[in-house]
């Protein structure tokens, strides 16, 4: 298994470019399912994920050409399977997004269920909840869950939560279903946007994505064929920008749209950092030592959860008392053991971690475990006196493209083992 050696201690300085954005081309993809004609999606990030997901549409019979820059050319003409394995449904959750699609335009789903993850139990009720509103027959037996329906009908469904791919899923399936559909409490993050942007290309009549409630007017088929190009990843970005804050260092974060990181870009301001927000990207710049900020994730507009994990290596890293509350999954605090390793002062309590800000962090062997959680390392790691070895990294290759090359590019010494 691959392995991620670092040394720190360097100022990071220099520009990057983000890639296009792992959770929104992850549904977009998926979307693709929804019709019979030839997509072309563009700026899609080389990952992991991405690899799952491709793996899952060849599976259930796509034909994809890709140009090996980023685009695909994607046709499902026929169905040969409905079902989404366990194999892949277990390295990726987002498997699950094929129901409302499969659902829709095949009558009929089969996917494996998730089980919980490094993060907590993550439930899939949500996205069942809204498929049964709209009609559907829903069946859990041995480990899957297999979603039946003539056609999908409108409905009106509140999601409890709001819920990310629990709104994609169900924006897709009404897409082709038989009247009106409202989803309340839907989550307003730019990737639902981005999907429901696709969608709408491809001829589906969506109103107030990026607000709570989305209204989606069913329609018989979707166009034949359409382009679209994926936006930047938001979370990427932001992660690049407190490289940069944390290694006392100057990155411009070419590509990425700072409207999307708002709740970002302000607690790094309020921690000492400055923040110049330019037509084509983001610069942060950092000279003094960071302040102290206390931050709580929420669903977005609020601050990414799938940022929470590199903030609190920063503020591991700041003059004074933090404290980070985590309220979108239970159990996000698996970095806190390795960043203690480095030295970090750090105590959980329930879902808050209070961080003692220390001067310095020291090079440590490291496990990596979960995505966020192996960002949060690199950049602790970066950051520290001596030799960092992060194993278990195929977890940054879920949701980081080139990782070591950007950050060797602004001057970190970074590589990887095989
Ligand atoms: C998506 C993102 C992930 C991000 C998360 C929160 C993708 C592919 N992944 O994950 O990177 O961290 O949003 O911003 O876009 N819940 C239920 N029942 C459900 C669905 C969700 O209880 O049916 C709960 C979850 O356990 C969690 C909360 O709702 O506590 C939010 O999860 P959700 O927004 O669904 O996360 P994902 O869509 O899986």
């Known amino acids: ?99 409302g699609p499969l659902a829709a335009r095949f009558g009929e789903a089969r996917v494996s269920l998730p089980g919980g993850c490094a993060i907590g139990a993550r439930p899939i009720n949500l996205h069942l909840m809204g498929l049964e509103k709209m009609g559907a027959e829903i069946q859990i037996e041995h480990g899957y869950v297999t979603v039946r329906a003539q056609r999908l009908k409108g409905a009106r469904i509140y999601l409890d939560l709001t819920s990310v791919t629990g709104t994609e899923n169900l924006m897709m399936a009404a897409t082709l279903a038989d009247g009106v559909t409202v989803i309340e409490n839907a989550a307003r993050e730019p990737e639902v946007v981005d999907l429901a942007h696709f969608l709408i290309r491809c001829g589906a009549k969506i109103h107030g994505a990026g607000t709570d409630v989305i209204t989606i007017d069913g329609v018989e088929s979707l166009n034949d064929s359409c382009t679209y190009r994926i936006m930047p990843d938001r979370i990427e970005a932001g992660t690049y920008l407190t490289a940069a804050a944390i290694t006392g260092g100057e990155i411009f974060v070419r590509g990425c749209n700072p409207r999307y990181l708002d709740a970002v870009l302000q607690k790094l301001r309020e921690a000492g950092v400055q923040i110049r927000e330019e037509t084509d990207g983001a610069r942060a710049a950092a000279t003094g030592r960071i302040g102290a900020v ?50 970090a002062n750090i105590n959980v309590q329930g879902n808050n971690a209070i961080i003692k800000g220390t001067q310095r962090l020291s090079g440590a062997p490291v496990m990596a475990s979960d995505l966020r959680a192996s960002a949060c390392l690199v950049l602790a790691a970066l950051a520290a006196e001596g030799e960092t070895e992060i194993s278990r990294v195929y977890h940054l290759d879920r949701g980081y493209e080139q990782i070591e090359q950007k950050f060797s590019n602004l001057g970190g010494e970074i590589t990887r083992i095989t």
Do not use: C
């Open 1 to 99: 298994m691959d392995k991620i050696r670092i040394k720190g201690g360097k100022r990071l300085k220099g520009e990057v470019a983000v890639s296009g954005a792992k959770n929104a081309a992850l549904p977009i993809l998926v979307a693709t399912l929804l019709s019979r004609g030839e997509h072309r999606v563009q700026n899609i990030p080389k990952l992991m994920d991405v690899a799952t997901i491709k793996r899952l549409l060849n599976h259930l019979g796509a034909v994809i050409e890709d140009d090996g820059q980023g685009g695909w050319t994607v046709r499902m003409p026929a169905l040969a399977r409905h079902e989404a394995p366990y194999e892949l449904v277990k390295t990726m959750r987002a498997s699950v997004l094929v129901l």
């Open 294 to 343: 206390d931050i709580k994730t929420l669903p977005y507009p609020g601050f990414p959860t799938d940022m929470q994990a590199q903030m609190m290596a920063l503020m591991a890293l700041s003059d004074g008392l933090s404290v980070i509350t985590e309220t979108v999954f239970e159990n996000r605090f698996t970095h806190v053991a390795e960043l203690r390793r480095m030295g």
